[in-house]
């Protein structure tokens, strides 16, 4: 009863020394910064400890921020100070007497070989920070993704939608510029659509996605930017991680991360190969009116789709750090698929006066993809300041694709189709970035991309003929070439609680599209001045609000400029324009964040004007096509320029963590898109109110199972042509961590209802159509997960909560102690102090 008496007067005495008031010494600032030996990479969340000499239970201290900078207040006085990180070796200095302001300059901390053993890290939940030009998103133990492409993931991220047919879109604009660490990639491919549906889901660490880009991105896409971080890890020793999955439709693949590091070299690889099946459908039912608006003839069209895609990819690399100040990373990326398709058309035609014809059409495509990118990267610190450095990157990249089909159409051979295309990429990029004053920061840098891309598209009618059809051959040989050359330079600082960053970007665009047999040319040179502001206001650690304005260009793509008709139908065409200009948008975005206990919101106010706006209109090219010995029109789908659309919305993130094992993510997006421009003399004038809502519940069920649940409402749409119906879907998913969380076997079901279908009408003055259509059905997928010299990371701090963002306005941003990590140190030192004083009072002997 003494002994326990006396632990409660010790806990009591302690903690209200810790506690006690400083008296009327002074308060003074203790700063540094914390990099990792070897690669002077910074170290964030490395803790700082100041101990009082004179009074040991005086403790106080403070966390470091991405750039592993620390800013701590203490009162006047001799401490004992040490800095500490997980699996590196602790820095310490002995009574030191701290008077003044001291900077304790940078520290090096470099790995403990005994205490790591060759552990890596990686996230249970998905997390989120913000940046004061964008949020990151950490992809973490996403269940209904697991086993999964890019593509999947990307549909999980705020902000982010991924449609019926693979297209990403960003806040509702599918104007999106896709990028893979931080620079344009082959390994999107010359489809980035198709190539972020081959990629396998566990080679992401983090998606960006950024709505308010500074001027040191690219100034493509009215919609902002998405950068794909993808896995490598640092940590001395091998350690990786092994993902295999099997699904229905009848899919199977093997993808692994692997890295190993010794001394001054880190050599890393994704390396996977994957199998799947994507059965899809779809049904298009038109009637066509004469000039007087009377019926003359429908047409009917089923189509049912059955895809094969398999194929592997590669992305191999050495890093090595030359000395304390710089580093250089050499990576090689490889990727093949050979991809088949099998689409059979049925179709039914009624003319005017009721009489019924049928026949039907067969389309079997091989698809042969080849990819290969070479990398360079060149980072040089001065005087071992991560914040003063010079970058330099180089690409280089080829890409061939190679499609042939044969169609036979009512049993007999129709047309033979042949696309070859072959891509060739240079990419140079060079930045330089200098620290002004205490919390300024000066950037300058250069970008240029050089794209060139030849297109030979080759079409044999077998029978009908060309003649009998009485069409235009549309066999031919692009040439398409794309010269950026751009320049930027930004300035950001934070003063108090207040932080901005400006600049300024100039681009130089030159494409040329050369149209061989045919002979048309066309040149198109623009310039453009591109200027980025970006504000943020914080009240305290739990409430800020940002405002960001930029201005941004939407190149038509070589796929829009291609005059080259698919084939995929008779009757309904896809046609490139090659007269298309850029359009040219402004955009302002307001945003507000409060953290409660247990919940965060984000929400933002967007407004974006753009002139010349890229649209797709359906017209009837007044040529016709033989079907069944009757006559059939032609309807064409392009991209044309139209006046100008203002788009404004509001978005909110929402994240509720009611217990340790339940957590709730939502996110709303509401926008109006007003269009007004005329094509042809037909006006096109259209006003669109859309959302879309999506609500991620996981929860852990006892033995320790994961259950997540998705639902995702896609709200109607609405152009000057067509209504497109709201799209429900829902997803299941299940996991259990085996091998004391080395290995996870998870369980998922992508659209459990089958719904994820687009259905749409289309009226124009002299046709109306109908159609409904489902790239893929309904799958099941499992997959087994096994981590070697890998664990999971409990949540650190705030940052661990799916919506738990880490306030961070920029590169110079102080950092305040994160409220749940740092309330766990001191819980730990008081632990230790407690500790002491109980064997100092009683010994063993007692």
Do not use: C
């Amino acid at each position: 009863m003494k002994k326990l008496l006396l632990l409660t007067l010790v806990l009591n005495l302690t903690t209200l020394i810790a506690q006690r008031p400083q008296g009327q010494r002074p308060n003074i600032k203790v700063t540094g910064k914390v990099i990792e030996k070897g690669s002077g990479a910074p170290l964030e969340y490395a803790t700082l400890v100041l101990q009082s000499v004179r009074n040991p239970q005086e403790v106080t201290g403070g966390i470091t921020n991405l750039d592993g900078v620390f800013e701590v207040e203490a009162p006047a006085g001799m401490y004992n100070i040490s800095v500490e990180f997980i699996s590196y070796k602790t820095f310490r200095k002995e009574k030191q007497l701290l008077r003044s302001d001291t900077d304790l300059g940078t520290i090096t901390l470099s790995i403990d070989v005994e205490q790591l053993a060759e552990v890596d890290v990686i996230a249970e939940r998905t997390t989120v920070e913000l940046r004061l030009d964008k949020k990151i998103y950490n992809v973490g133990k996403d269940l209904t993704v697991s086993g999964g492409t890019v593509s999947d993931v990307l549909d999980n991220v705020p902000s982010v939608s991924v449609d019926v047919e693979g297209n990403v879109q960003l806040r509702g604009n599918d104007d999106v510029r896709i990028l893979i660490n931080g620079k344009p990639s082959a390994i999107t491919g010359l489809n980035s659509t198709d190539a972020l549906r081959q990629l396998p889901a566990e080679s992401i660490e983090k998606v960006e996605v950024i709505t308010s880009p500074s001027a040191r991105y690219d100034a493509e896409g009215s919609g902002g930017i998405i950068n794909i971080i993808l896995r490598r890890s640092k940590l001395q020793g091998l350690n990786g991680a092994l993902t295999t999955n099997l699904g229905y439709p009848y899919s199977a693949g093997i993808n692994g991360n692997l890295n190993y590091r010794t001394g001054d070299l880190n050599i890393f690889t994704n390396t996977g190969y994957n199998y799947r099946q994507r059965p899809g459908n779809s049904f298009n039912s038109t009637n066509f009116f004469d000039t007087t608006g009377d019926f003359t003839n429908s047409i009917r069209e089923e189509r049912d789709i059955e895809r094969e895609r398999k194929g592997y990819n590669v992305n191999f690399g050495v890093e090595w750090y030359v000395n304390k100040t710089s580093s250089i990373t050499q990576s090689i990326f490889l990727r093949s698929s050979k991809n088949s398709s099998e689409t059979t058309n049925t179709f039914f035609q009624t003319d005017a006066l009721g009489d019924t014809s049928s026949g039907f059409r067969f389309d079997p495509e091989t698809e042969d993809d080849r990819t290969f990118q070479y990398s360079l990267n060149y980072d040089k610190q001065f005087n071992g300041n991560s914040d003063h450095k010079l970058t330099f990157a180089f690409q280089y990249e080829t890409s061939d694709e190679s499609e042939e089909s044969l169609i036979i159409q009512n049993g007999f051979d129709s047309e033979s189709v042949a696309t070859i295309e072959d891509q060739r990429r240079v990419f140079m990029q060079s930045d330089y970035v200098v620290p002004i004053g205490e919390n300024g920061q000066f950037e300058l840098g250069y970008r240029g991309d050089f794209n060139k891309l030849n297109t030979d598209y080759d079409v044999v009618f077998i029978s009908p003929t060309i003649a009998e059809l009485g069409i235009t051959n549309p066999s031919n040989v692009l040439d398409y070439k794309e010269t950026i050359n751009a320049v930027y330079t930004q300035f950001g600082t934070k003063i108090k609680k207040f932080s901005f960053l400006s600049g300024l970007r100039y681009e130089s665009t030159r494409l040329i599209i050369n149209q061989i047999e045919t002979g048309d040319f066309n040149r198109n040179n623009f310039d453009g001045l591109f200027p980025t502001l970006n504000l943020n206001y914080e009240f305290n650690e739990m409430e800020s609000i940002q405002f960001g304005y930029n201005r941004r260009i939407r190149r038509p793509r070589s796929f829009f400029l291609n005059p080259f008709p698919s084939r995929s139908s008779p009757t309904n065409l896809f046609q490139g324009n090659p007269n298309l200009t850029p359009s040219f948008s402004n955009q302002v975005d307001f945003g507000y964040l409060k953290r409660y206990e247990k919940l965060t919101l984000n929400s933002s106010i967007y407004f974006a004007r753009a002139t010349d706006v890229i649209t797709f209109i359906t017209e009837d090219t007044g040529e016709d096509t033989v079907f069944d010995g009757e006559q059939v029109s032609i309807i064409r789908r392009t991209p044309v320029n139209l006046a100008k659309n203002d788009r404004y919305g509001f978005e909110m993130n929402a994240n509720y963590r009611p217990t340790k094992k339940w957590n709730i993510n939502g996110n709303v997006n509401l926008f109006n898109l007003i269009t007004r421009g005329d094509f042809n003399g037909q006006n096109f004038d259209a006003e669109n109110l859309s959302w879309f809502v999506r609500l991620n519940n996981k929860i852990t069920l006892p033995g320790k199972v994961d259950w997540q649940t998705r639902l995702f409402y896609r709200g109607p749409s609405e152009t000057a042509q067509t209504k497109i119906q709201g799209i429900f879907s829902m997803s299941l998913a299940f996991s259990k961590d085996l091998f004391k969380e080395k290995a996870s076997l998870a369980f998922n079901i992508s659209d459990v209802f089958n719904s994820q279908r687009r259905v749409s009408e289309t009226v124009t003055p002299f046709f109306n159509s109908d159609s409904e259509f489902q790239w893929r059905v309904r799958s099941f997928n499992i997959s087994f997960t096994y981590r070697f010299n890998q664990k999971k990371k409990r949540s650190q701090g705030r940052q661990g909560d799916d919506g738990g963002e880490k306030n961070l306005k920029d590169n110079k941003t102080k950092k305040e102690p994160n409220g749940s990590f740092f309330y766990s140190l001191r819980l730990a030192l008081l632990a230790s102090r407690l500790s002491f004083h109980i064997s100092s009072k009683f010994p063993p002997n007692q």
